[in-house]
Every structure is written in C-alpha cells, then in structure tokens.
C-alpha cells in the first residue's frame, strides 16, 4: 500500500489540525486553505484563530444565509476567553445523554419498543413560574444535553432585532430563548437577554389560540399560553409561548412563534437558546414552510474553526449536480428526520451486514448528536474492518474512552493515509464520509473511531454531525428528500 496520498483513491491524507483542546483529521481538500494540500506528509497545524469564511463553493448566497460555526471554536461568538471548554468526556457523556433522550423520544413516539405512554399532562402548574422557591432548587450544573457538542448560529429577533446565538438543532422543534425578566431562573449567558418590551412587534399568544394547541406540552396563566420543554436529563426550558419577527441574515419572518423562557435549566453553553429545525408544527421549518417551501440546507465545516453555513429555502441549496438524494421517511415518526440506511463500506468494500439489521433500527439524521450510534449488529463488521484497515496500514493501537472503542495513536505519524468510511442510503446516495468525520481526536496519542453502537438492536441509528461535516445537507419537506452534496464548505 502506497503511503502517499492528497489525493489518492478513495483514502484521506492526514493532516492533523489542533484547535485549542480539539483537534480533528482534515482531508487535503478541506485543508487547502491552510498551505499545500499536495503533500503527502502529516502536517500539524496549531490554530486557535477563526478562519476567514471560504466562498462556498455551491449554490447563490441569498437572503437566509446565516454562517453555523462550533459552539466552542475559535469562530463562535459564545467563546468565553475565561472559560473552560468542554473536556472530552463531558462532550461525549452529554452526547451520550443526547442519545439516551432521542432514543425514548422514539420509542414513545412510534410505539416501537414500548406501549405509547399516556398523553403528556395538557396542563402546566403556573406555580412555578411565579413562585421563586422552586428556582432554589434547580441545580445549576444539571443537564448539558443540547449544549455541548453543538453548532449555533446568530439569529435576530424582536424590532429593533436582538441579535442572539442559538443552538441549531434539527433533532427538535420548538425555538426558544431566555427572556427577561426571568421570573424564575436563567442560565448564564453570553449575551444580553432578550427582552420582550423593547421590542414593538412581540405579542404573547393566548390560550385560545390554535398555535397553543400545536404545543406538546402547554399551560395558561392568565389567558397566556405556556410552553415547557424537557430534553430528557433534567434540562428544560418553561415560558411564554410568543410571537415576534425573526430576522435571518437579512431576511425577516413575521410573527414567528418561538418560547419566551422564563424557567431555564441546563448548560445550553452560554448560547442564548436554540432554534428547532425538526419537523413537528412548531418548527421554523413548518412555520416558515409557504416561504422557503420547506427546504433548509446547511454545512458544518470540518474544523472547530471553520465555518459552515445555514440556508432557508430552495435557493440556497447547495448545486444539485453532485449531489445524492435519499428519501426522507416522513411516515416513521414526528421531528426527526428519518432516512433509510441501507449500508456501510470501508475502502470501498461493502461490509456483510443483512438488510433486516438495519431495517430493523430506522436511522435517523441530526444535527446534535456528535457521534454516529448503529446497531450493534452493524457496529461490530465497521469496527473490524476499521481495524484491520489501520492495522494494516501500520497504525499502533491506543485505549478506548469513555464509549470509543477504536483508538489509536498518532504521535509522530507521517504522511499516512486512512481508510475511508462510506454510509450508504436508500436511493443510491452515499455518504463518503469526510477524513474530518473518521476520527474524533481526542489528543495525538487517542484518535478514536467516530462510530459507537447503540445498546440495542431496535435502537434507531443516528447519524451525527461529525460524520456530515464539509457536506451540503439539504432537507427537503415539500419533496421528501435529503440530500448530500460533498465539499459545501
Ligand atoms: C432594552 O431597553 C433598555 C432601555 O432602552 C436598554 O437599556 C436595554 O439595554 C435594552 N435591552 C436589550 C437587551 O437590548
Ligand atoms: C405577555 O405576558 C406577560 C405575562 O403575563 C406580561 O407581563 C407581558 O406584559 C405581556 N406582553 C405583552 C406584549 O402583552
């Protein structure tokens, strides 16, 4: 096996880029505009500044198009010079609890590993809005589920806008924020909080109204509607269920309706609150559907410091050349967006896995989730090809962390190719997934495997953003398709 590579076929150049304490694989192509991405040797490349936003290479810039950069890169306007970032094992074990949420979301939802639970309860306790004993009791470090591992982007909101930067989530669908005055508790944030009286357009939704009962959970006090959000691990948010325009980059949507959260608890990262892009009624993407026809698309770049992009509506999807369409399976469950994943290979060969296996679990497509789950049965051939593909190309094997299993150690390796990992859909379209999306790094001496397995079998699959990375992801509601469109950003 040639050890040189960039480009070589269907293998990565390593090009090891530090950022801070996170420091990824870049393929030679991500990693042009760092210097020669020809070379086949490792380059190490420290780099703790942000990166000048590169032309996207597809698809006219329009009037939604909002930069997504990493919550806790060089880029995000949350990063906190006095703040620690996350180490890796609370990003993995949030990410894990990220896991652990979406999985009884869906079993609740589908009714596929359980009975459907009773009803959610139709009614909040307005009490604990008002009274400010319960906030005594809300632990100020429970619950980081949502806010760790995560791409925001800057949205504004009110008139005149606020400008706020949230978490971007396509794995829920109520948009929330923390405002003023916060009856109960907020979080810390980075910027200031929004505040519904400087801004002439807010209005509070009543009780009455139709979009209150779009809520899965929802209260009244005094004739006002009230929202509650639960992500699973003791993280929630409570408010006021309010409208008010939403401005994306230099696009407005009117009387949007978003939480107005007066109870707030969980680390959310300092982001001020987080923008539901799932299906379900109250999403942006279903309120804005008349104006954007249902389609978002987005890149997450493939370094902490780079920056991708976020983009409402058909024009800035990214070309459609190139890119490989996937049914979206809308008939499976409410808010995520499931596809059907149909197969993994690895350098190209097709690992023997029967279709029931996958069949069997569903997959889904987030946003948050960091690290791609399978079932086990699907994990297993992945893991042992991967390891006799490094194995083979002379990579030294180093202890798992926390539920990595596959690491290996990359002090003072040159020049080395790896294997590539692909992940096949229905419809043909594969997900030849970035050298970015191979590896999570945890330092130079534990590069682990970006794959984990579920717990169980009928787990549904999740396929997380680390593994999406330098792709043009493009939901479409309106024509029942996600597609991927490599080198976006
Ligand atoms: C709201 O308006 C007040 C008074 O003009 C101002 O001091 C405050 O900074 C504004 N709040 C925000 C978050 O913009
Ligand atoms: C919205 O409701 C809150 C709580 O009842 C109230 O304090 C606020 O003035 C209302 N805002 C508007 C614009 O009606």
Redesign the pocket.
């Known amino acids: 096996m040639a050890a040189s590579c960039c480009p070589s076929h269907g293998r990565f150049c390593l090009i090891l880029l530090l950022a801070g304490a996170a420091a990824v694989v870049s393929s030679g192509s991500g990693a042009a505009a760092l210097g020669d991405g020809g070379s086949s040797d490792v380059k190490l490349h420290v780099d703790s500044s942000c990166l000048t936003p590169q032309e996207h290479k597809h698809g006219a810039a329009t009037g939604t198009r909002m930069p997504i950069v990493h919550q806790h890169g060089p880029c995000s306007p949350l990063t906190d010079k006095h703040g620690k970032p996350p180490s890796d094992e609370e990003i993995l074990a949030a990410d894990q609890r990220r896991v652990d949420y979406i999985h009884r979301r869906v079993s609740e939802t589908t009714g596929q590993a359980r009975p459907k639970r009773a009803a959610p309860p139709v009614q909040l306790q307005p009490a604990p809005l008002a009274s400010s004993a319960a906030s005594a009791n809300l632990p100020a470090s429970s619950g980081d589920a949502l806010g760790t591992g995560n791409y925001v982007v800057t949205i504004g909101l009110g008139t005149p806008e606020e400008r706020l930067t949230v978490v971007f989530d396509t794995g829920s669908d109520t948009t929330w924020v923390q405002c003023q005055p916060c009856v109960t508790s907020c979080y810390r944030q980075k910027e200031p909080l929004f505040t ?2 400087n801004s002439s357009t ?3 939704i009543s009780c009455s109204s139709s979009y209150c009962s779009d809520l899965d959970v929802r209260g009244c ?2 004739g ?1 509607c009230l929202y509650r959000v639960r992500y699973g691990d003791g993280s929630e948010t409570v408010g ?1 269920y ?1 409208q008010d325009t939403l401005t994306l980059a230099s696009d407005a949507v009117k009387e949007f309706r978003f939480g107005c959260g007066e109870q707030n608890r969980g680390l959310f990262g300092q982001a001020a609150g987080l923008m539901g892009l799932g299906r379900g009624k109250t999403s942006l993407t279903a309120q804005a559907y008349g104006k954007y026809s249902g389609v978002f698309s987005y890149c997450l770049p493939a370094t902490p410091s780079g920056t991708g992009f976020l983009d409402l509506g058909p024009g800035g999807a990214p070309a459609a050349a190139n890119a490989r369409r996937t049914p979206m399976l809308t008939d499976k469950g409410p808010t995520f967006y499931y596809v059907g994943l149909t197969g993994i290979k690895v350098d190209g060969r097709a690992l023997s896995i029967p279709d029931s296996v996958f069949s069997a679990a569903g997959a889904i497509l987030d946003s948050g989730t960091v690290i791609t789950r399978l079932p086990p049965k699907a994990y297993a051939p992945l893991r042992s090809a991967f390891a006799k593909a490094m194995a083979d190309l002379g990579y030294k094997k180093a202890a798992g962390t926390s539920f990595l299993d596959t690491c290996y150690d990359l002090t003072g390796v040159q020049g080395k190719a790896l294997p590539a990992v692909s992940l096949a859909f229905q419809g043909d379209a594969t997900l030849d997934v970035d050298a970015s999306g191979i590896l999570y790094m945890v330092d130079m001496s534990r590069a682990c495997l970006g794959f984990a397995p579920n717990n169980d079998d009928t787990d549904v699959a999740i396929v997380g953003n680390m593994q999406q990375k330098t792709y043009g992801v493009v939901h479409d509601l309106g024509k029942k398709l996600v597609s991927f469109a490599p080198g976006a950003c």
Do not use: D, E, R
Request: net charge neutral; charged share 0%.
């Open positions: 519904p009286a807010y209005a509070n006090s005094g006002h006021f309010a």
